[in-house]
């Protein structure tokens, strides 16, 4: 089955700059790759996703990058905010197009924004 | 996105006794629906997959006499934890997806804290 590693686990940075979490996934059938964010005691929200077919993606402050040959994609966030702060979790998944595919998650990654 | 419902948001019970989870889809059908455990600071482990008029699909390790799964409609999964013990004390969360519309996206539930005594 899929296996996804994510990194780093904690990650702290000042408000205002970058911020960059990487995830490797390991079964190269995977063709989906979304990134949820998670605030405590909340669910999981959507925040990206990605194709395979594609190799970045960008929605305003956050974009998500697809390396298919080294299988790692990861999460870029600009001009970090104090809402940013949260738990957020990368995933990967084969989608055959029908409703029955699950994720497989990585361990998740807690990002600390500086004021 | 798709709506996914869920309750109770949380509930506190006495060792031994059973606890219902109710995941509904609220604006469309979902043949299949995810239940996921979270323990604190950890990622989001699959439990089970849930499936419409049929057996649900457990994960290895799982125990599925103690993890009660039942989809009787297209838009309800229940997870019920039997003879509840305070090492099922738990963060428990269903998802489900609308292909139709969101295509592969999964929207979750938004949980159920278990606190068992």
């Known amino acids: 089955g899929e296996n996804v590693e994510q990194h780093p686990s904690t990650l702290s940075v000042q408000e205002g700059d970058s911020a960059v979490i990487k995830c490797t996934y390991s079964d190269s059938a995977s063709n989906y790759f979304p990134w949820y964010k998670q605030e405590l005691g909340k669910r999981p929200q959507l925040i990206i996703d990605i194709r395979s077919n594609v190799g970045e993606k960008k929605d305003q402050r956050i974009a998500v990058t697809l390396n298919k040959t080294a299988k790692h994609f990861s999460l870029h966030i600009t001009e970090t905010q104090p809402e940013d702060s949260a738990v957020y979790f990368c995933a990967a998944m084969m989608y055959s197009g029908g409703g029955a595919d699950g994720l497989t998650f990585g361990k998740g990654t807690h990002l600390i924004i500086q004021p | 996105g798709a709506v996914v419902s869920q309750h109770p948001s949380w509930v506190i019970c006495k060792s031994g006794t059973s606890v219902k989870i109710e995941c509904r889809s609220l604006d469309f059908q979902a043949t299949t629906m995810f239940w996921y455990r979270q323990f604190p600071k950890q990622s989001l482990m699959l439990m089970a997959t849930?499936?419409?008029?049929?057996?649900?699909?457990?994960e290895q390790g799982v125990e599925k006499d103690k993890f009660l799964i039942n989809h009787a409609s297209l838009t309800l999964s229940t997870l019920t934890v039997t003879s509840a013990h305070p090492e099922d004390s738990s963060f428990y969360i269903c998802s489900a997806r609308d292909p139709g519309v969101h295509f592969e996206k999964l929207f979750f539930g938004s949980g159920t804290q278990l606190s068992v005594l």
């Open positions: 849930s499936n419409e008029g049929s057996k649900a699909t457990y």
